[in-house]
DNA sequence: TATGAATGAGACTTCATTCAT
DNA sequence: AATGAATGAAGTCTCATTCAT
C-alpha cells in the first residue's frame, strides 16, 4: 500500500501500472492479488486507510469544551497542518476525488450522511442551530470552509508557496469571519 | 470538440478513449487526427477554447470604473454562474487541472504570471496595494477566493445542491468579508 | 515522380506516404491516382523510367567497335560515374532492389532473360565464347561485376569515401583482371 | 527471435508485423515486449546475435600463420559458406543494411573503426601496409572484396544459381587476382 | 481534371489479471 | 503463501485509397 501510495500520488494512475507498484514494494506481481481483489479494490482501501489516518489526526487535542469558533478553527487548522505534514496523502486523496470512485462516493456519502465526513456535518448543524454561523446550506458551509484549505494545501504541495504556521493561522480567522453570523 | 467535451467531462479521461470520442462524434478514427495532431493536442486546444470562451464571459458588463468590491463580486459571480450553467465545461477544466497537463501549465502560468490568470493576479495586487483586501500573499487570497467557488461549482454540477441565485451573492459576499481589509 | 525519387532516396519508402509525395509535387492526394493505379504502380512505374535513363546513359559512346574489354570497361565505368552523378537514383534502386518488388523482378528477368540487363548478358556471352573472359556462368560473372561497383557506389552516396576519377580507373581494371581469362 | 528471423527474411520488415511474429513464435503478442524493449529492439538484438554467430564462423579454422593470400581466402569463403548454409541469416542482414539502422550503424561503425567488422579492416591494412594488395582506400578493397560476395549469396539465396564448392574457390581466386599487388 | 477531407484497417505497445510452479 | 511469465484486449496513431465537390 505504500508503494501504491508513492507512485499514484508523485505520478498519477495513469503511471501506477500494478507491475511498477509490485516492484516497489519488493514482492511479484502475482502477490497483491492475494491481498486485494483488484486494482480498484487496493485503491478504495489505500484511500480508506488514509481517511482514517485523518480523522485520527483531527480528533487528537480536538477541544471538545471550548466555543464553537474553537472547535472550528481547530478542525481546520489540524487539517490543514496534516496535508502539509504529509503531501503524498493529500495528493492521492486530490486524486482519488477526481475519479470516477472519488465522484460516485462523495454523492453516496453526503447524501446519505454517512462516512466520516459526517463529523463536519454536525459541527455545521450545530454551528447553524445555534446562530453561530451564517444560516446557510450544510454543503455550502462545507465549500465555504474546504475550499480555501484544499486549494491551499495543493499550492503548497505543488511548490507554488511555501506555508508558514502564521499563514495558517491567518487563513483560517479570514476564513471564519466568513461564516461567523455577526 | 464538443463530443470529447462530453465524454471527457462524464465520463474522465480515461474513458473517453479516440475511437469512442470519434463515434461520438459521428466521424472516423482518424479524421480527428486531420485536425489535432495528437490526442494531447485535443485536450490541449478544448482546454483552450473554454478558458477563452470564460474570459469572454467575465469580462461581459465588467463594472470598470465601479469599487473594488463591486469589481470582485461582479468576476466571482460571473465565474460561478457561468460554471453553473456550463457544466460540462466545469468538469472538463477539473479534469484537466487535475492531470500531469494541468498541473504543469497551472505552476507555469503562476510562477511567469502569465495567462489568462493574470487578469485575477492584477486585481488582486491593485486591492493589496490599496489596503482594500488585507495583506496576505496573491496566491493564499487566490485560494480564498477561488477555493469555495470551485466546491460550490462541483457541488452544484453532481446535483448535490441546486444553487439559487440568492446563494450565489450569499457566497460572494460571505466570501468578501473573509478577504476585506477591515 | 522527381517528389516520389526524393523523398523514397532519402528517407526510405515508410517515410514516404502519398500525402507527403502529393504535398512535395504541390498536387492534391487524389491527384496521383489519376496518372498511378496505386502506390506500388507509381514505384514499378518510377523504377521503369529510371532504368531506361541509365540504358541511355551507358550507350552513349559506347565504343561499338572496340575490343571486348574496352566495351567492357566502358559500361561499367558510365555505370558507376552515372550512380556517383545521380546518388538519389542510385539510392532509389537500392531500395527498390531490397523490398518484395524488387526480389521478384530480379529473379523473372534474369530466368526469362527479359529486361535491360539482357544488354549486359549479351556481353558477357559474348566474352565468354570468345575465350576472353573466365569460363564462369553468367550469373557469376555479373556478380563479380556488380557487387563492388554496386558497394562503391554505395560509400560514395553516404558519403564514407570521395570517389576521385582515378579510383573509378583503377576500380574497374583491378575488376577486369578479376574476370579476365588469362 | 526465430519466428522473427524467419518472417522478416522470407518477407521483410514490414510484413512482419508484431502480431504476426508473435503468431508464427507460439506466443501472445504482448509476450515479446517481456524480452525486447521494443520492435526496434528485437531487430537489433537479432542483427547482433547473427553477426556474433557469423565472426565465430569465420574464426573457425583460420590459418594464423598461413600467408595473407590463405587467410584472406580463408575468410572469404568462410564468409560465403555461412551465407550459402544460412540462407534466413543473410537475408535478415541484407534488410538490415538496407534500412535506417543499418545505415547509420554502417557509417558509426566505419568511420570509428570498431565493430566486429574492425577484424577485416585489420586485415586489410597488413595487406596494404605490406604491399601484398594494392594500394587503395581500405573502403574500396572492402568493396571490392565483399560486393561480389554479397552478390553472389544473393543469386544463391534467390536460387538464381546454385553455387558449388568448386565456384566458390574459383570465385575467390579470381577476386585475389583483383585485389593482388603484381 | 483536380482536389483533399474522410475513412478504417492495421501497426506498435501497455497493463490488469491469471495460473503453473 | 508467493511468484512472475504469459496473456490479449484495448489504446493511440498512420496512411493508402476513395469520392463528393
Known amino acids: 500500500m505504500s508503494a501504491a501510495l ?11 501500472p500494478m507491475s511498477r507498484i509490485a516492484d516497489k514494494a519488493g514482492v511479484g506481481a502475482g502477490t497483491i492479488y492475494l491481498y486485494f481483489e483488484s486494482k480498484d479494490m487496493l485503491i478504495k482501501t489505500l484511500y480508506r486507510e488514509l481517511e482514517n489516518e485523518i480523522m485520527t489526526a483531527i480528533q487528537k487535542g480536538y477541544p471538545e469544551s471550548e466555543s464553537f469558533r474553537e472547535r472550528f478553527i481547530h478542525i481546520w487548522t489540524s487539517l490543514l497542518r496534516y496535508f502539509i505534514a504529509n503531501p503524498l496523502h493529500f495528493r492521492y486523496l486530490e486524486q482519488y476525488h477526481n475519479s470516477p470512485y472519488g465522484v460516485s462516493m462523495r454523492r453516496d456519502r453526503i447524501l446519505s450522511k454517512t462516512g466520516d465526513s459526517s463529523i463536519f456535518i454536525d459541527l455545521f448543524e450545530e454551528g447553524v442551530s445555534s446562530h453561530t ?8 458551509l462545507f465549500a465555504l470552509a474546504f475550499g480555501p484549505m484544499v486549494f491551499l494545501a495543493r499550492d503548497h504541495t505543488l511548490a507554488l508557496i511555501k506555508l508558514q504556521d502564521a499563514h495558517i493561522v491567518q487563513a483560517a480567522t479570514a476564513y471564519w469571519e466568513a461564516i461567523e453570523n455577526k
Chains 1, 2, 3, 4 share one sequence.
Open 6 to 16: 508513492e507512485l499514484i500520488s508523485e505520478q498519477g494512475f495513469h503511471k501506477a
Open 133 to 140: 454561523v451564517k444560516d446557510l446550506p450544510i454543503i455550502m
